[in-house]
């Protein structure tokens, strides 16, 4: 009977015991949800101008060329278009891991590669993303890791070695418009896109988690806003037509079905490439052109889309 009587206390014990772990590890998790959200301002004051926070806590900062003057045969080419630098960081735990691409003219590409890698920032990927255009621009992409000021900084002075603005455009006065029937593009994609600076811009993630090298080896996640949301932007013409471009991003046995669909529609494939080094999966990123009726576009872009495992 004594003996009984001991079990039944000492689980007692343990139940309140149990429960007061419980209680605290959800009071420490309550604190910790409630603590403030990184200050982002020093790293926008280095770059050179600031950025905004994402969905999905990313600290990203966009660099358009609004200098440059580009066509692609007789259609001028809006920065939303095609011609946005961007810079985005994402913090984690003894670290911060920063990823970019950055809209280059030819003979701004070497000083600015070389100052980047005087600054710790590795080079990912260089290459075009549209064709016969003018005047040629090229694209780099990279990557770092470290203290968030100084890869921005790094950033900041390789950048200052190209044209590349640190202004921010003005806000226009009005509510933006185009001519473009965006509920009907939005109907066709199936997802919702926004209006941005004369370009309407769809972001789509894949459904899968992507990843900064070996996924069984302390692999860091790589979030959407980093560059890894397929990308769909409609510039409109004039008379029912727009110009589109963009990138898909696909897994090796997705490409060849969405060039297949992209061709079928009258869509360029004008590039296929990998951005990073060691991501995983494995991604490659397929840009297009075309310019040509709207209704006829969008169709073929949501054949591509279809072709991938996008998230809705």
């Known amino acids: 009977m004594k003996c009984k009587t001991f079990i039944l206390r000492v689980g007692k014990r343990i139940s309140v015991l149990s429960l007061s772990i419980v209680g605290a590890f959800f009071l420490g998790w309550s604190s910790h949800a409630q603590q403030p959200s990184f200050d982002w301002t020093p790293i926008g004051a280095a770059l050179g101008k600031p950025g905004t926070v994402q969905p999905d806590g990313v600290y990203k900062i966009s660099l358009p060329r ?66 016969n255009e003018s005047p040629r621009i090229m694209y780099m992409h990279i990557n770092g890791h470290g203290d968030a000021v100084k890869l921005a900084q790094s950033i900041h002075a390789a950048l200052v070695l190209s044209k590349t603005p640190f202004t921010a455009a003005p806000s226009p006065s009005q509510p933006q418009q185009l001519d473009l029937n965006t509920k009907q593009l939005d109907q066709i994609l199936g997802r919702t896109g926004k209006i941005n600076n004369g370009v309407y811009q769809f972001a789509i993630p894949r459904a899968e988690k992507i990843v900064e090298g070996d996924m069984n080896h302390g692999a860091e996640p790589i979030p959407s806003s980093m560059g890894l949301a397929t990308a769909i932007n409609f510039q409109p013409t004039g008379v029912g037509r727009v110009a589109i471009t963009g990138d898909f991003v696909l897994l090796a046995n997705e490409v060849n079905p969405v060039i297949t669909a992209l061709r079928t529609s009258g869509i360029a494939v004008t590039a296929l490439h990998s951005h990073m080094l060691d991501e995983s999966p494995h991604l490659f990123f397929m840009h297009f052109w075309a310019n040509d009726d709207t209704l006829k576009l969008a169709q073929g872009l949501r054949s591509a889309l279809d072709r991938t495992n996008s998230s809705k």
């Open 66 to 131: 609004n200098d440059l003057q580009v066509k692609v045969g007789d259609v001028q080419i809006k920065p939303a278009l095609a011609l946005g630098s961007w810079v985005a960081f994402r913090k984690m735990a003894a670290q911060t891991m920063v990823m970019g691409d950055l809209v280059l003219t030819e003979d701004e590409v070497a000083p600015v590669m070389g100052k980047l890698q005087d600054g710790g920032i590795e080079i990912t990927a260089l290459h075009n993303h549209v064709l």
